[in-house]
């Protein structure tokens, strides 16, 4: 079973525009990963947030952290058509711990 | 430093068949991940190692997928015989030793794709 649902499922913006886009789960965490995979480069790590921060900069990517509502979400500021993927969030109960996937959100960056 | 590396990248095969996927890990990783994506949804981690033993192997199916890392490096996954719902995009990652009180980031393989028909 997945353990987080991305939305929206797909996000169509132009080049220079801000992308965002959302994660919930299910149950606790340990930290939350955000992830961006397209054919070119494979699956590749871009932020990780821990349970107990709410928020996260790493270059144009700024990762927030709700645990009480159990969400989080990825801004791509200034996008570039080379931010064209999937990305998808991905949580660990534990330290340690395996990760689990949710289903992504497809971004299309139009230049 | 190179990456993790997998072979072959594609793979057709006929339902009933068997087939395996080959994953050289990141040197010095004792890590090693098996992750099945099929299209359109995130991965699913199948089965994980530490050094040659099995952590999680949970989520896979094993009436019919196998998997091994006998020399606590390189691993073999297998899948006999297959079926349609097998086709997928696996993936291989690996990271430095996993432990209690410590995250150590998965680096992910390209990737082996598997249609079935």
């Known amino acids: 079973s997945q353990q987080g649902e991305e939305d929206p499922q797909a996000l169509s913006i132009q080049e220079g525009e801000n992308a965002t886009m959302n994660c919930s789960y299910k149950?606790?965490?340990?930290?939350l990963q955000w992830y961006r995979q397209n054919s070119g480069r494979g699956l590749v790590h871009l932020i990780l947030?821990?349970?107990?921060?709410r928020e996260k900069h790493s270059g144009r990517l700024r990762v927030t952290l709700d645990t009480s509502k159990k969400s989080s979400s990825l801004l791509i500021t200034a996008s570039r058509a080379a931010d064209t993927a999937s990305y998808f969030c991905?949580?660990?109960?534990?330290?340690?711990?395996?990760?689990?996937f949710g289903g992504g959100t497809r971004v299309l960056v139009k230049p | 430093e190179a990456g993790v590396a997998q072979s072959p990248r594609y793979k057709i095969i006929e339902k009933r068949q068997s087939v395996a996927f080959w994953c050289n890990p990141i040197?010095?990783?004792?890590?090693l991940y098996w992750y099945q994506q099929i299209l359109g949804q995130g991965p699913k981690l199948l089965i994980q190692?530490?050094?040659?033993?099995?952590?999680?192997d949970s989520q896979l199916p094993k009436d019919r997928f196998s998997a091994e890392r006998l020399k606590g490096v390189d691993s073999t996954l297998k899948i006999q015989p297959a079926k349609l719902e097998d086709s997928a995009v696996y993936l291989c990652?690996?990271?430095?030793?996993?432990?209690?009180?410590?995250?150590?980031?998965?680096?992910f393989g390209p990737g082996t794709r598997l249609t079935v028909l």
């Open positions: 990652a690996s990271s430095l030793i996993q432990g209690r009180g410590s995250y150590n980031e998965q680096f």
């Open positions: 149950t606790s965490i340990n930290n």
């Open positions: 947030i821990r349970s107990n921060e």
């Open positions: 991905a949580t660990t109960k534990a330290a340690g711990n395996k990760l689990t």
């Open positions: 040197s010095g990783h004792a890590t």
């Open positions: 190692f530490q050094n040659n033993g099995v952590v999680d």
